[in-house]
């Protein structure tokens, strides 16, 4: 069971805790889309471009926060589909990236659009990107 703390933090780079990272972009522009998914419910989010990717030179906004069955049913199905045993990085022209960080441990899938063997990835990346985004349009 994941316990959600009450502290709140200005930035991820702050977070001492459970976080799920996800982005996607490159192409053409190089341009990045970051959302910093925090076991406290808190949401941040990064548009970057390919100039700047030193994480203390980065611009956090700060998104509305998830509540907690819905964070905890995101961590849930993060370990339901096993997606830290998935052992993968292969970016295409556009990238897709979901990473895990901890206090112990750090795991990062990648893949490109389009590949085949990504659809579990593919689902949820757009299920947690689907749910960020009710939460902030309320």
Same mark, same amino acid.
């Given at each position: 069971? &994941? ?10 780079? /702050?977070?001492?805790?459970?976080? =799920?990272? !996800? +982005? ?19 949401? !941040?989010?990064?548009? +970057? ?5 030193? %994480? ?12 907690? #069955? ?5 961590? +849930?199905?993060?370990?339901? =589909?096993?997606?830290?045993? &998935?052992?993968?990085?292969?970016? @295409? ?7 895990? &960080? ?9 893949? #490109?659009? #389009?590949?085949? @063997?990504?659809?579990?990835? %593919? =689902? ?6 689907? =749910? &960020?985004?009710?939460?902030? /349009? /309320?």
């Amino acid at each position: 069971m &994941i316990s959600c703390k009450s502290t709140k933090v200005e930035n991820p780079i /702050e977070y001492q805790n459970k976080m =799920l990272v !996800f +982005s996607h972009g490159g192409g053409f522009t190089g341009g990045m889309k970051t959302y910093y998914f925090l076991e406290n419910g808190q949401v !941040f989010k990064n548009e +970057s471009n390919a100039i700047v990717s030193e %994480d203390s030179l980065k611009v956090y906004e700060v998104l509305k926060n998830i509540p907690k #069955g819905a964070v905890e049913q995101i961590f +849930s199905n993060y370990e339901i =589909l096993a997606i830290e045993k &998935i052992n993968r990085n292969t970016p @295409g022209n556009l990238n897709y990236t979901i990473q895990y &960080i901890d206090k112990e441990t750090q795991h990062e899938v990648q893949w #490109g659009k #389009g590949q085949d @063997g990504v659809k579990s990835l %593919d =689902l949820f990346y757009g299920n947690v990107l689907n =749910l &960020i985004k009710k939460y902030s /349009e /309320e």
